[in-house]
């Protein structure tokens, strides 16, 4: 099986590209946790397969890196959408990909050698209600800087979804957050019935934000496109950014240019890049992954 190992800003995915050929019936779910082993496999924040769809040009299916499938990829669909057209699948520079969360519009900008440099995605417009997170509580409300407690930490949560769901708190000093410690304890809350995609940001100026996360199935990644946006929702309906202007959000990973436009669209601008190119031996997947096989010196 042929796989690209891309990142956008080190959220990193291996990519199977069906178009050609449809990888060999496995399960995804085990696929995706034996590739992304650092040690027992490639090392990833999860799997990526691009596949011909019914309803758009291209369809994107994602699962994180403890085999659960997503149903949205912020940083994916450029990668994804990079490959598309580098590898001349798309022939215009605008096309559409299908994801469980919905269809996106993506429109990729190139360089002098044609290659795409960075990647605009319309990821469509947040869903805020509690129902659609989904979160527990009313489902026709909306979770607005709600004080929740999750085991001795207490934080505001501002949930919002992007096709997957985010809690979003906001802090004065993004570098003092126990994210290890309290990612784990948010992403597997009661309150997440599909559990949650954690993120923490402090908040620079009305147009520049920092942003750490924490993601559901894959732990502390470098960025979360999703999560790059459901910041800036939050941000914007907690009234601590400018509204209807790009906000630059600042991850560990590099940056991402977000805007939420006066249609309800959120924008998301950023860079994709390749990292490797090669053929998976299937023997790989009947290798256990044993975590406590790794050498303790
Ligand atoms: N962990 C996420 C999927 C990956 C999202 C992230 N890598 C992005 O760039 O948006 C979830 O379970 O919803």
């Known amino acids: 099986m042929l796989f690209t190992k891309m990142h956008g800003l080190g959220n990193a995915y291996v990519i199977f590209n069906q178009l050609d050929e449809p990888i060999a019936n496995q399960s995804l779910h085990e696929l995706s946790k034996r590739v992304s082993d650092v040690n027992f496999g490639i090392g990833s924040d999860g799997i990526i397969l691009i596949s011909p769809s019914k309803v758009a040009d ?48 993506v429109e990729v900008d190139v360089d002098q050698k044609h290659k795409v440099r960075t990647v605009t995605v319309d990821m469509g417009e947040p869903k805020l209600l509690k129902g659609m997170i989904p979160m527990l509580g009313d489902p026709v409300t909306v979770t607005l800087n709600e004080a ?28 003092q957050v126990p994210l290890e410690i309290v990612g784990p304890l948010i992403e597997n809350s009661s309150l997440f019935p599909e559990r949650v995609n954690v993120g923490f940001v402090q908040i620079i100026n009305s147009h520049e934000i920092d942003y750490r996360v924490w993601e559901r199935g894959s732990g502390i990644t470098m960025a979360c496109g999703t999560g790059a946006c459901a910041a800036v929702v939050a941000a ?34 950023g860079p994709a890049n390749y990292v490797c190119h090669g053929e998976l031996d299937v023997s790989m997947m009947n290798t256990d992954i044993n975590p406590i096989g790794r050498l303790i010196i």
Request: hydrophobic share 35%.
């Open 58 to 105: 291209y369809q994107m299916r994602i699962f994180n890196e403890d085999g659960s499938e997503a149903k949205n990829c912020g940083n994916g669909l450029r990668c994804v959408a990079k490959f598309l057209y580098d590898h001349m699948y798309a022939t215009s520079r605008k096309f559409t990909i299908e994801t469980l969360g919905g269809i996106v519009s």
């Open 148 to 175: 929740h407690q999750f085991g001795d930490y207490s934080y505001h949560i501002t949930a919002v979804s992007m096709g997957n769901p985010h809690a979003i708190i906001f802090v004065d000093d993004i570098k």
């Open 236 to 269: 914007t309906l907690n009234k601590k950014v400018d509204k209807h202007v790009p906000i630059t959000v600042h991850l560990p990973g590099g940056d991402l240019t977000i805007s939420w436009d006066e249609h309800g669209h959120v924008w998301k601008r």
